[in-house]
């Protein structure tokens, strides 16, 4: 099992304020995803990354942004906070043939 | 892209009750994954099938791959409080379309046990 970290847990923030969450992994892996998901709701894929340098776009369209400047590290940036930004948002990582889930940060903006 | 239907949305059991839920597709798959999501966490994997055919238990939990690799269905035995979440599949192809491999997940089953 992976181990994924993402912080902070939960985030309660201003609308416009920019806001970076963190996602690191310990184990190595070149794969990193970023999903965004309302309450019960479905998991949608917003960003996500090969490796070192590499970053695309998912299935579903979103204003945040990604970097990966290091393999442990795949932060998510939100430049100008909105509320239709709150929803809970997940990291992953995969190894061959599954993929591994941090805790995930519930975003809300007011 | 590729979808995979879910089913049931919800269910709304008795506790000791058996479960069953499944996903289907009109793509192939190399490998089905189900992953629980309790509220507030992200999702863990439960069990992943590699193989047409494989059947695999964890506990009291079992998923089968289906033969024509277009679905798989996940059982739970003897329900119990903590069984309670949400239960997700992921189908996971060759094909690349959509992104992250071709890791695409269903839309999930709420599970309600009903002591």
């Known amino acids: 099992e992976a181990d994924i970290y993402q912080t902070p847990r939960y985030l309660v923030i201003g609308t416009g304020k920019k806001i970076t969450l963190e996602c690191s992994q310990t184990?190595?892996?070149?794969?990193m995803y970023w999903y965004q998901q309302d309450p019960g709701m479905e998991l949608h894929l917003i960003h996500y990354s090969y490796g070192v340098n590499s970053t695309e776009k998912g299935d579903l369209s979103s204003e945040s942004t990604v970097s990966r400047i290091r393999t442990e590290h795949f932060p998510l940036t939100l430049e100008s906070a909105r509320p239709s930004h709150t929803s809970q948002y997940l990291c992953?990582?995969?190894?061959?043939?599954?993929?591994?889930f941090g805790q995930g940060t519930r975003l809300t903006v007011v | 892209g590729q979808q995979l239907n879910q089913s049931p949305q919800s269910m709304f059991i008795q506790e000791g009750e058996d479960v069953s839920m499944n996903c289907t597709s009109s793509?192939?798959?190399?490998?089905w994954l189900w992953y629980k999501q309790d509220p507030g966490e992200g999702p863990v994997l439960l069990i992943a099938?590699?193989?047409?055919?494989e059947l695999t238990s964890n506990g009291r939990l079992t998923a089968q791959f289906g033969i024509t690799r277009k679905d798989s269905f996940l059982n739970i035995s003897a329900s119990i409080p903590s069984d309670v979440g949400i239960y997700f599949c992921a189908g996971l192809s060759s094909h690349s379309g959509g992104g992250a491999d071709g890791l695409t997940f269903g839309k999930g089953t709420h599970l309600i046990i009903q002591p």
């Open positions: 184990m190595g892996h070149d794969k």
């Open positions: 992953a990582s995969s190894e061959i043939g599954h993929i591994s």
């Open positions: 099938l590699y193989k047409a055919g």
């Open positions: 793509s192939i798959f190399n490998t």
